[in-house]
């Protein structure tokens, strides 16, 4: 897929990894939607990239429905979808207290893998209805999980599991859409230099990266958005979880 004029999405586009992703579409020459909870910060990035901004919270099936018809709209379609909207918490199964609490479990699911496959469906249907480019695609889809998903950290069974629903979601889902001639894969990051780890102090920041084989740092976000780039340019990645993490393997703590 050629990224130069097409129209993309790009889910929890505000911050962190999907902003890295967008802006680097853009410079890409693709026309870029931003959907994101956030709607403030989503339109001010949007004016930066010359793009549209939709606020959408993705466990909303009317708001990510408007945002994926918005941009359809506004870019005359869709053909790549980077869906990048997650949150963490950290609770042991059992603790001081007694057991786990079920909301919390139940939040981190529900945002973090219903609502990627509430932007997966819509994006998909909205592909559907492009025609096949020159290399007989209507459309890509890149998912967000996390090296959590395989070697989850103790107090992370919510985020471990809404991760690995998505490692598990990507196969199923590229082989549905496969008739449509739309590819879905998904990237696990690892330690990434986001705004979620920007509230901690430099040298825990700086132990986190030592942690890491090679290159011994926090991942930048441009480098999610640079694989993400090249999932949507090489046809034959497809029904894949790549790992980018440097060689990391998270011990149990």
Not at 134 to 139: I, L, P, T, V
């Amino acid at each position: 897929m050629e990224l130069e004029g097409i129209g993309a999405l790009v889910s929890g586009g505000a911050s962190g990894l999907g902003a890295a992703t967008a802006r680097l579409l853009t410079e890409k020459g693709a026309r870029v939607a931003i959907a994101d909870r956030e709607g403030d910060k989503a339109r001010e990035l949007a004016e930066e990239l010359g793009g549209v901004a939709f606020t959408a919270d993705v466990t909303n099936e009317d708001e990510v429905k408007a945002a994926v018809d918005g941009a359809v709209e506004a870019l005359g379609g869709i053909r790549f979808a980077v869906s990048c909207a997650g949150i963490g918490w950290a609770e042991r199964t059992v603790g001081r207290n007694g057991p786990a609490q079920l909301q919390p479990f139940e939040t981190v699911i529900r945002v973090n893998l219903i609502g990627m496959f509430n932007v997966l469906r819509f994006a998909a249907a909205a592909m559907a209805q492009n025609e096949p480019d020159a290399g007989g695609e209507r459309g890509a889809i890149v998912m967000t999980a996390s090296i959590a998903a395989f070697d989850g950290q103790i107090g992370q069974t919510a985020y471990s599991a809404s991760k690995g629903g998505i490692v598990g979601l990507t196969l199923p889902a590229a082989r549905d859409l496969a008739r449509n001639q739309i590819r879905v894969c998904t990237i696990a990051p690892g330690t990434f230099d986001t705004p979620l780890l920007a509230a901690l102090p430099q040298e825990a920041r700086d132990e986190l990266g030592r942690q890491i084989p090679h290159p011994s740092r926090l991942g930048d976000p441009k480098e999610f958005g640079a694989l993400a780039c090249h999932i949507a340019q090489n046809p034959m990645l497809n029904g894949e979880t790549i790992r980018l993490d440097g060689a990391l393997r998270m011990p149990p703590r």
